[in-house]
Structures are given as C-alpha cells and as structure tokens.
C-alpha cells in the first residue's frame, strides 16, 4: 500500500524555444507597469539582460537594472537589492539569470515589502507577500524557478541560510542557454543530476517527485554531455532545461540530503562552484543511499543504464552507481577537488558543519561522525 504523500508546482510555467518573447504581455497581465531586472553583469556583457529590457520596454513597461549578483549571494547584496526597489518604486521583479540570480531575486522581492535585513526572514513565511515575481533561468541548473527555496550566504560566515518564498511566474527558453561556455554547462547540469538523484533517495519521497526525478536523470545523462560538446543543439538544450525544471519541482517537494550537505558546505568553506561541488559529493552519496533506499537506488541505476543484479547487495549496486557517475563526470573534464587546492584534511575538517545543514535531516539512514567523515575520505580519493 502506498503511504499518503503530498506534492504540488509551486510556480507556474511556460516551457519552450522563444518562450521569453512572451515576457512583456506576460508582466502586463501581472499589472507590471516598472520592474527591476535582477542579473549579474556577464548577462549584462553578453546582452541577454539588454534583450529582456527590450521586450519589456515594447510592452510599455518601465525597467530598473540591478546587476550586482554574484554567485552564492550575499545577504549585504539582496539587503541593497531590496532597497533600491523600494526607492524605484518597481512593482515588479524579473529574476533573469542562473540559480544565484533567481534565489536572489526572491529574496529581494521579500524586502520589497518587508523591512531588511533579510537574515530576519530565513526559513520563514509569515511575512507579508512580495511584489509579482517572473522567474527567468539561463542555466540549466537549480531548478531555483520551480523552488520555495533562495539560498543566500551570510556575509560574515559563509554560512548558507534559506529563505522560502515563490515565483508568480516562470518563464523557461531553452534558447537563453546557448551562450553558457561548456564548463558552466558540465557544473550546472550535475547539479540537475544531483538534485534529481538526491529527490529520489530522501526520506519523504512520492510517486510524482520519483517520476520526475527519473525523467530527469535520463535527459541529463543523454543530453548533458551533448550540449556539453554543442553549445546551440536545439534540443540538447530544450531536454536540460526541461530536466533542470523537473528536478527544481522534484526537490522542492522532497529537499536533497547528504549531497547537498556536502557540497553547501564546500561552497561556503572552500568557495567552489556548487555545481561542481555537489559532482564531486554525488557518487559517495547515492553509494551510502544504496543502504538505506535500496530500491530508489535500483530507479537511479535504471535511469541511468546501470546493470546491476537482483542479488547484488546494497553495497555492490551503490559501488556501480557510485563509479558509473564518476565515469560521467570525466566525460565533462570535472576537475577533481585536489586540482581547487582542497586537502583531504580541510574536506574531512567540516564535518561538523555538514551535520548543522539544513539537508542534513532528509538523509536515508542515520550516520555519526565517524562515519560522514569516511564517506569524506572517499569522496576525496575516489575522483582523481
């Protein structure tokens, strides 16, 4: 018998090639008469900031830039952000950009109508509703459009803190992806598969999330290394994007677990991209998730083409995933933590704060410190 789940899209969505043509008449159905575009400045360089601010503009909307996100966003940035909303008087957002864009955005349209600073409003709903919100990625990444979550970094520690809030609007275009360089492609693409896998293993998956997290590990694995070669194949791009959003609705639903752990942690001690941080964590986790989701790790091995045996032990399955996805991962030239400068001694040094995540109490299976710092060992010596 089934056990009684809940699941829900938090955000509306249109899907497809040339999808943000569609920008515009969308903001006006919003009542948007002047919104602010929150980017970073490489999409400014690059002119996709510059071509939504002209689809805007034709729908006789007002537009105010604020292109001061950076990656892994800071608290002292989304405070400014939020401030230079309310003395534009904007009545509206855009988040146009990859996962730290969109997880800014939402938090500084919490601000729009909420007192700073935004550290008061981590992990909390009961603040008074933001301004209209279009959600617009340029990866294929986070999902962010499709989550309650805005992951923001404390200025002053490195900590990673969540703010929980919703876009009114996502507005996916595949085609907005074509001007990601390859590594990018590689380091946000593993973080779709990361978010994927890891819904798939958690303690509160569903029947829905497990489908779409299934659909989703068999696009990344066919299309990732193809727009990983061919930065325009049309419909390389359209699957990932497709499968970053299914991950993104997957994970909102479930949260991730040991990964993720991991790799928020890495990203505030060591300062690496989280894509390529929760690479390196993801084999070490789906081999201790094995133990306890045994059968879910037999789904991620079906989506991702593994033979396994029906008498191969919990141990055996989570080794052939666990090496099937390093393999992966050297397809794409993932560098290995030794190559950030990382020593196996300051991965193994914060445990203590992997255990403090907020992912930490959807792992599979109880794990002491001990034990986390052995699977920090081999996520360290087992990707070279």
């Not at 730290?100 to 550290?119: E, G, R």
Request: with cysteine; aromatic share 6%; net charge negative.
């Amino acid at each position: 018998m089934m056990e009684i789940a809940t699941y829900s899209q938090t955000c509306p969505t249109i899907f497809g090639t040339g999808a943000v043509k569609l920008i515009g008449e969308k903001a006006k159905e919003l009542n948007i008469t002047k919104a602010m575009i929150v980017t970073d400045e490489g999409l400014v360089k690059v002119g996709v900031a510059a071509k939504v601010e002209g689809l805007l503009k034709e729908a006789g909307i007002e537009v105010v830039i604020f292109d001061k996100v950076m990656p892994d966003p800071l608290d002292t940035v989304c405070n400014e952000g939020g401030e230079v909303a309310r003395l534009e008087h904007v009545d509206g957002i855009v988040g146009l950009g990859g996962g730290s864009v969109m997880d800014a955005a939402k938090a500084i349209n919490i601000l729009t109508t909420n007192p700073a600073p935004i550290s008061q409003w981590y992990e909390r709903w009961d603040y008074k509703k933001g301004l209209p919100i279009i959600l617009v990625p340029t990866t294929a990444g986070t999902g962010s459009e499709n989550t309650i979550y805005g992951v923001i970094t404390n200025s002053a520690t490195g900590a990673k803190k969540v703010v929980l809030t919703t876009g009114t609007l996502a507005i996916c275009d595949p085609e907005l992806t074509y001007k990601l360089p390859p590594h990018l492609t590689a380091s946000t693409g593993m973080d779709v598969f990361a978010h994927a896998a890891e819904s798939m293993t958690t303690i509160v998956t569903n029947p829905m999330t497990t489908m779409l997290s299934f659909d989703a590990i068999r696009k990344v694995t066919k299309w990732l290394p193809v727009a990983y070669r061919e930065p325009t194949n049309i419909e390389a791009r359209e699957n990932m994007m497709l499968a970053s959003n299914f991950a993104g609705i997957a994970f909102s639903n479930t949260c991730c677990h040991l990964g993720h752990a991991i790799s928020q942690c890495m990203g505030a001690a060591f300062h690496v991209p989280h894509g390529i941080s929760c690479a390196w964590a993801l084999p070490e986790t789906m081999a201790f998730a094995a133990i306890g989701k045994f059968e879910e790790v037999k789904g991620v091995a079906d989506a991702l083409g593994v033979e396994y045996s029906d008498s191969d032990s919990p141990q055996v399955l989570g080794k052939k995933v666990a090496d099937n996805m390093r393999a992966f991962m050297k397809s794409m030239d993932i560098k290995s933590i030794a190559d950030y400068g990382i020593t196996k001694e300051q991965l193994v040094g914060i445990a203590d704060m992997i255990m403090a995540d907020n992912c930490w109490p959807f792992i599979p299976s109880p794990l002491t410190k001990a034990e986390l710092e052995e699977i920090l060992v081999k996520v360290y010596d087992n990707y070279k």
